[in-house]
Each structure stands twice: as C-alpha cells, then as structure tokens.
C-alpha cells in the first residue's frame, strides 16, 4: 500500500505567509516573494536516513495578524525515545520564530538532530549575502554561483540576503553552531543551513534526560514595487521555442546483475523501449565475475546497442594487473564494448571535506593502465555514485574520452516536492561540470528516484512499507505517473548541457520501466526521449518551469507536468491538458 501524501496547510499574516507541512514550514514568503524555501527540524539516524516523526497534540491559531502552532513530535532509536516540543509563531510585522526542546528518553544515538533552513537558488546563486558568526563578527559576501564542493560558510549565527529589490530576510539560527553547504550537489534545490559541524564525529549521542533547545528567528522587511501576482489555476503555461545548437542526446537504460535475467526475460520489451545505450555495472567486490559478462554478452547478441561497461576497480592489487584480468575475462566472455569507464573502489564512498581520503590509487595511474587494458576503447571517467563526489575529487579530464556521473533526489528529503525540484538544480550541476571538464563529452547516468548506493553510510535503507524516504533504492513513485514526468523533466532540465549520453533508469528492477512484465508509466516516458535521441535540438523555455518542463527534438516536444494538480499548456497555438503529473508528446503543427 502506497504512502499517503499530506498536503500543506498555509498560515498568513499580513504580508507574511508560509506552509506548514508534516511540522515544518516551506515557502516562507513576504509580500508573495519567496525568502526562505524551507526550515524543519530533522533526526538523522546513524545510516544518515531521517527518522519519521510522529507528531500529536497538533494546535494551529490563526488571526490576520499573527498564527501560533504548537504539537509534539516523537521517534526511536532502539530502545531510546526522542520527544521533541515545538512552537511556531508568526506575525504581520514581519516576524517568524520556530523553536524546539528535545528530551530524550535514554541514550540517543543520532548523525544530526536539529534544524535545517533551506535557501532557495534561482535567483539567490551569486548574489550577495552578510553571515554573522558566532563571534559577532560580519563576513560579506556571496552565495556561490558555480556549485562550491566544501561549505561556503563556517561558524553561522545568521544569515542576511536580499528577497528582491528593496527587501531583505535576515535569518538568526540558535542553540548550537550551524554551517552551510551547497546542496546543489546532491541536486537539492538549496543552499543548507544546518545544525552541528560536519568536522565533529558521527554518530554522537544525545544524553538522556538532557535538554537540548534550538531556535530559529527569521526577521523580515521592506516593501515591493510591486506585488507578484499569482497564477490562476486554470492558466495557461507557455511554451516558447527557439533555435538551439546541437542535437538531443542519446537514451540509455542502466543494467545491474541482479536484473539481467529479468531483462532478458523482456527483450522484446527492451527493443520497444529502443534505447541508443546501455551501461552495464560490475564489480568485482559484489562477486560480479565471468558469468556476469557472459550474461551480459547474450544481453548484447540479442538486443545490439551501444554499451559502456562501468567497471569498479578493487583495488586490491596493481591497478595494471586488476585491469589487464578484467580485459582477459571481457575477452573470454566475447563482449562487444563501445566503452569503458573506471572508478576506484574507495571512491564509491563520500569523503566530506576536512576527512582523511581513504587509500586509493593515483587517478593517473588508474586511468593509463585502463588505457593499456582497453586500447581500442574510449575511456570514461567521473564517479559511478553522485555530483557530489565528483565536484570533491576531479579527474585529471586530460586523460579521459567522456566524464560521467550520477544524481539522485532521495539523499536530503523524499516527499514529492522536493524530489521534483531536484529538477530546479541540475542545470547548476552541469554547469559546473562544464566549468571544469570544459566542452568534452558529457554523460549523465544511469539516474533514478531511487538510490543505486549509499556513499554516506553503510548501505541502503530496506523499504518494506513502501514508504517515501531517504537513502533507499526501493521508491513507490518508480510505478506511477510521478516517475515518467520525473524523467521528462529531467531530460528537459540537462538539455542546455550538450549532453552525449542521458541514461535514465532500468528496464526490470527497483528503477524499471516494468514490474512483473507490465509497463509502468516511466516505459512510455523512456520510448519518447529514446525516439526524441539523435534529432536536431530545440530550446524550449517555459512560462512556469516550477510546474511544466519541456524538450524539444526535430518537430517534436515532450512536455512534463511536473506538479500534483492538472495543468493547461500553450504551445504552437494549440493547448494541451496535463494530468496531475502527465506527460504528453507534441508534434509541432498538431499534438500526439
């Protein structure tokens, strides 16, 4: 059974207004214009998964001057329980305070157990900001513009920026020491404020009986020129096309060991799909050996396609040697390669900044030994796991014919809003891969919803309920209508990248297009990017691309409602209807 999604309730006074949701607070607005994109209070667990709190005694007052919100929210760590008090007020003076007590019930065990506020990044990257540090002293400067792999800002004690012309949000964090990150490297459409240095050590407990108290004071002021004027519902949203450089990249489909059988199972299917591309995962730590290639091998033989082998190199020996006996078993195994790409072992899991690299070979010496292995291949380089990765340890790109990487949403948050505006950062993402690989090729993927590993902790969560969270592989939205506009939307928001390769989930398995045989809605959405592959592209440009996403090939649009709510769209003169979450396929001069 599928988890159910709570919608937000909004609390207004005056000019300020916010949305309350599951406890926390997002869009914090004043006089309509977004300040703050989010401030919650979060319990990490020791895996780096959020515990699901339970709230109760929930009480909201509201008049148009002010509104006070008070409730209780409990969790567990074993035997230990965390009762956490909040209340939560708000005036028409410009004034919010968000201020929580946790006692816990016996020794709690936590990664992080405090607030997180969320600056939003359009519009905000690059502009100026004033952070006051613990000491009182005032540092001026700006939020990053190309994505920033360590924390900009150290020793928070508040934050200062500019809303819009004429107004400014001043935020006071209290309680503890907070830091920030650029979470545009996990795809988060933020810049994270959060409670407890990174350079302390995890997990750490909170004592028993021990109170720990923390507030967030978030002070607002000036007034607008003018006052942004919401959209209708039933308004249109405008699609504009223009001419863009390039041609729409190739489609590609991961495929992992555990899902070859399925996948073979389904060829037909898979020649429906007509992916251009397929990567194929193997490591030798996870007991992939030579009957993993020659299954892949038979994979090839009956659906011929491009295919990178992503090969994890153990590291266990000579990078020389472990390389020439992996070129000796594609042999024996008679694989038929496009490419291959190399990642280090170690590298599989994240270093944060100010922590000791884990023993790994030179990138150099890695790189030339795959060279000398597979000389007749291009050679791909990056990181098998996420952005974040990537942008802390860049490959020497000389070296390399294509960098890649992957990204998923599920790492800071899993409700549906945040996984869609994950969306809203990718193009900050490859434009900082850009920034540093220059114009060589370029591939993203395989990406999901779901997680393929967990770089920050042991392993992946289990998700029995099928719930929504973080840190997991198993995501219920992978079989609904959320998954397909997710992809759209993801090949919408890459399209400005001059990608080479987009490679969008699985056939079979925990992010397939299929479950048990049937199509999902995310088959429909892989045949359409896979069919848009290779055509002339076109740039499209929305009118709201917080709710429609579009890309554009040849003579042919694939459009994306990117929102819970139905959705009317201008394009061409004609006027398509999205469902909540829809996708359609728009043929320029008629519609499909």
């Given at each position: 059974?599928e988890q159910p999604v709570h919608a937000a309730r909004i609390l207004s006074a005056g000019p300020l207004s916010v949305e309350l949701e599951d406890g926390n607070l997002r869009a914090l607005r004043w006089h309509g214009n977004e300040a703050i994109r989010a401030i919650a209070y979060?319990?990490?667990?020791?895996?780096?998964?959020?515990?699901?709190?339970?709230?109760?005694?929930?009480?909201?007052?509201?008049?148009?001057?002010?509104?006070?919100?008070?409730?209780?929210?409990?969790?567990?760590?074993?035997?230990?329980?965390?009762?956490?008090?909040?209340?939560?007020?708000?005036s028409a003076g410009g004034k919010l305070v968000f201020d929580a007590e946790a006692v816990p019930e016996g020794d709690f065990r936590t990664n992080r157990c405090g607030f997180c506020v969320l600056h939003p990044i359009v519009g905000v990257a690059g502009q100026p900001v004033t952070?006051?540090?613990?000491?009182?002293?005032?540092?001026?400067?700006?939020?990053?513009?190309?994505?920033?792999?360590?924390?900009?800002?150290?020793?928070?004690?508040?934050?200062?920026?500019?809303?819009?012309?004429?107004?400014?949000?001043?935020?006071?964090?209290?309680?503890?020491?907070?830091?920030?990150?650029?979470?545009?490297?996990?795809?988060?459409?933020?810049?994270?404020?959060?409670?407890?240095?990174?350079?302390?050590?995890?997990?750490?407990?909170?004592?028993?009986?021990?109170?720990?108290?923390?507030?967030?004071?978030?002070?607002?002021?000036?007034?607008?020129?003018?006052?942004?004027?919401?959209?209708?519902?039933?308004?249109?949203?405008?699609?504009?096309?223009?001419?863009?450089?390039?041609?729409?990249?190739?489609?590609?489909?991961?495929?992992?060991?555990?899902?070859?059988?399925?996948?073979?199972?389904?060829?037909?299917?898979?020649?429906?799909?007509?992916?251009?591309?397929?990567?194929?995962?193997?490591?030798?730590?996870?007991?992939?050996?030579?009957?993993?290639?020659?299954?892949?091998?038979?994979?090839?033989?009956?659906?011929?396609?491009?295919?990178?082998?992503?090969?994890?190199?153990?590291?266990?020996?000579?990078?020389?040697?472990?390389?020439?006996?992996?070129?000796?078993?594609?042999?024996?195994?008679?694989?038929?390669?496009?490419?291959?790409?190399?990642?280090?072992?170690?590298?599989?899991?994240?270093?944060?900044?100010?922590?000791?690299?884990?023993?790994?070979?030179?990138?150099?010496?890695?790189?030339?030994?795959?060279?000398?292995?597979?000389?007749?291949?291009?050679?791909?380089?990056?990181?098998?796991?996420?952005?974040?990765?990537?942008?802390?340890?860049?490959?020497?790109?000389?070296?390399?014919?294509?960098?890649?990487?992957?990204?998923?949403?599920?790492?800071?948050?899993?409700?549906?809003?945040?996984?869609?505006?994950?969306?809203?950062?990718?193009?900050?993402?490859?434009?900082?891969?850009?920034?540093?690989?220059?114009?060589?090729?370029?591939?993203?993927?395989?990406?999901?919803?779901?997680?393929?590993?967990?770089?920050?902790?042991?392993?992946?969560?289990?998700?029995?309920?099928?719930?929504?969270?973080?840190?997991?592989?198993?995501?219920?939205?992978?079989?609904?209508?959320?998954?397909?506009?997710?992809?759209?939307?993801?090949?919408?928001?890459?399209?400005?990248?001059?990608?080479?390769?987009?490679?969008?989930?699985?056939?079979?398995?925990?992010?397939?297009l299929l479950d048990a045989g049937t199509r999902l809605p995310a088959f429909k959405a892989a045949q359409w990017l896979a069919a848009l592959a290779g055509s002339e592209a076109l740039g499209v440009e929305s009118s709201d691309p917080a709710r429609v996403l579009a890309l554009g090939?040849?003579?042919?649009?694939?459009?994306?409602?990117?929102?819970?709510?139905?959705?009317?769209?201008?394009?061409?003169?004609?006027?398509?209807?999205?469902?909540?979450?829809?996708?359609?396929?728009?043929?320029?001069?008629?519609?499909?």
């Amino acid at each position: 059974m599928e988890q159910p999604v709570h919608a937000a309730r909004i609390l207004s006074a005056g000019p300020l207004s916010v949305e309350l949701e599951d406890g926390n607070l997002r869009a914090l607005r004043w006089h309509g214009n977004e300040a703050i994109r989010a401030i919650a209070y979060l319990v990490r667990d020791a895996n780096w998964g959020n515990h699901a709190l339970q709230i109760s005694g929930l009480t909201v007052e509201e008049t148009k001057a002010d509104f006070s919100v008070r409730y209780r929210a409990e969790c567990t760590d074993g035997d230990a329980r965390l009762a956490v008090d909040v209340h939560i007020t708000g005036s028409a003076g410009g004034k919010l305070v968000f201020d929580a007590e946790a006692v816990p019930e016996g020794d709690f065990r936590t990664n992080r157990c405090g607030f997180c506020v969320l600056h939003p990044i359009v519009g905000v990257a690059g502009q100026p900001v004033t952070v006051e540090h613990t000491d009182g002293s005032l540092e001026q400067s700006h939020f990053p513009l190309a994505i920033e792999p360590a924390q900009p800002f150290f020793d928070i004690r508040a934050i200062t920026h500019a809303i819009a012309p004429g107004m400014t949000a001043l935020c006071r964090m209290e309680g503890d020491t907070f830091e920030m990150e650029d979470q545009r490297n996990w795809s988060d459409a933020s810049y994270k404020t959060y409670v407890r240095p990174l350079a302390l050590p995890w997990p750490y407990t909170l004592e028993s009986g021990v109170p720990l108290r923390q507030t967030v004071t978030v002070l607002l002021s000036g007034e607008p020129d003018t006052i942004p004027r919401p959209a209708r519902p039933d308004e249109a949203i405008r699609l504009s096309i223009r001419p863009a450089a390039g041609r729409v990249p190739a489609f590609g489909l991961g495929i992992s060991p555990q899902e070859l059988a399925e996948t073979l199972d389904n060829i037909e299917a898979l020649r429906a799909v007509a992916p251009q591309h397929l990567i194929l995962a193997f490591d030798p730590l996870a007991g992939h050996d030579g009957a993993v290639l020659e299954g892949y091998a038979r994979l090839l033989a009956a659906y011929p396609a491009e295919a990178t082998l992503e090969y994890v190199l153990p590291c266990r020996a000579l990078p020389a040697d472990e390389l020439q006996e992996a070129a000796r078993m594609v042999r024996a195994a008679d694989l038929r390669l496009s490419a291959i790409a190399v990642s280090p072992a170690p590298d599989l899991k994240s270093t944060p900044p100010g922590s000791a690299w884990p023993a790994c070979p030179p990138l150099a010496e890695v790189y030339a030994a795959a060279r000398a292995a597979f000389p007749d291949l291009p050679l791909g380089g990056g990181m098998f796991s996420y952005f974040t990765e990537l942008n802390r340890k860049r490959p020497p790109v000389g070296m390399l014919d294509f960098i890649t990487h992957t990204t998923s949403p599920l790492v800071h948050a899993a409700d549906d809003r945040s996984v869609m505006e994950t969306l809203e950062a990718l193009p900050f993402i490859t434009a900082s891969v850009r920034a540093f690989a220059g114009d060589m090729p370029y591939r993203i993927g395989p990406s999901a919803i779901g997680m393929r590993g967990n770089p920050y902790g042991a392993s992946l969560n289990a998700n029995p309920d099928n719930r929504r969270m973080t840190m997991t592989a198993d995501d219920p939205r992978q079989a609904t209508d959320f998954a397909a506009a997710w992809m759209v939307g993801y090949a919408a928001a890459t399209a400005g990248a001059s990608l080479d390769v987009l490679s969008l989930g699985s056939l079979a398995g925990p992010f397939g297009l299929l479950d048990a045989g049937t199509r999902l809605p995310a088959f429909k959405a892989a045949q359409w990017l896979a069919a848009l592959a290779g055509s002339e592209a076109l740039g499209v440009e929305s009118s709201d691309p917080a709710r429609v996403l579009a890309l554009g090939g040849g003579d042919t649009l694939l459009v994306a409602n990117i929102t819970p709510a139905a959705r009317r769209v201008a394009v061409d003169g004609a006027t398509l209807e999205l469902g909540p979450y829809g996708i359609a396929q728009h043929r320029r001069g008629g519609a499909a």
